[in-house]
């Protein structure tokens, strides 16, 4: 007998369902929390409650979670509509097989929604940083041409804001088979020690300033201290790089 029911639509039907994958007392109690706090974020507001914390926090439980598909009647539902999170939350079970970090989950999720990333970090209160790795994985995801080698992949990471690699990759593999060899690529690269960040260096900001080299100067002396260093791991000692920026500062102009 056909369905007559008037109140029944694929999106009462998602919420429904995840409801009834729901095994115990301790599901029901974080998934029905993390669904009011949502629903009721206009509530939120007229309590004086920053909403956009709120919801984000309840968001990124749900995507962090075992069961990361419940977020799928949100999104049919429209619930998360008014920070940029629109659609039909159709293929969002397969957030399920994404490494479970917050940025490849966050990444996955909005790229799945089709939603613009800067506009969602801004309603939803994200920082800068996160937002500029959330743009970093976009770009790494359009790479053409991978790297071969461990010198190609340290150029390739340095010019991108730090993120786990290993979980990124893992993650492109699933739509993108030519991101498997990365994975021992990155292997032999955190086996070789070699420095591929400003992090990495042996000097710092603090050390240039110590010596009279600061502001716009002092980055880009770093900039070419980086440089230096990943076409040369060895020089990555600070007496080498503390004499080359005083070099490289006396060529700045």
Known sequence: MADKNPRRNPTTDALFDAI???ETREECYNFFEDLCTVMLGDEIVSRGVDASKVVREAVQNILLSDAPEKIIPLVAG???????????????????????????????????CNAH???????????????????????LAATTALPQSVPELKRLLCRLPEFDYEAAVRTLMRTDVRWAGQLALYDALCFSGEPYRMRHLAVTAADLAAVGI?????????????????????????????????TLAAEYK
């Open 214 to 246: 600061m502001g716009q100067k002092a980055t880009w002396v770093l900039s070419q201290l980086m440089e230096a260093v990943l076409k040369a791991p060895e020089v990555n000692t600070q007496p080498a790089l503390m004499a080359l920026a005083q």
């Open 78 to 112: 429209n619930a998360l509509g008014q920070y940029g999170i629109t659609g039909t939350g159709q293929g969002l079970e397969e957030l399920r097989d994404v490494p479970c970090t917050m940025e490849t989950r966050w990444w996955s999720f909005l790229r799945m």
């Open 117 to 139: 990333y800067a506009l969602v970090c801004e309603r939803l209160g994200f920082s800068q940083r996160f937002a500029d790795v959330l743009a970093g994985l976009d770009r």
């Open 20 to 22: 009834l994958s729901l």
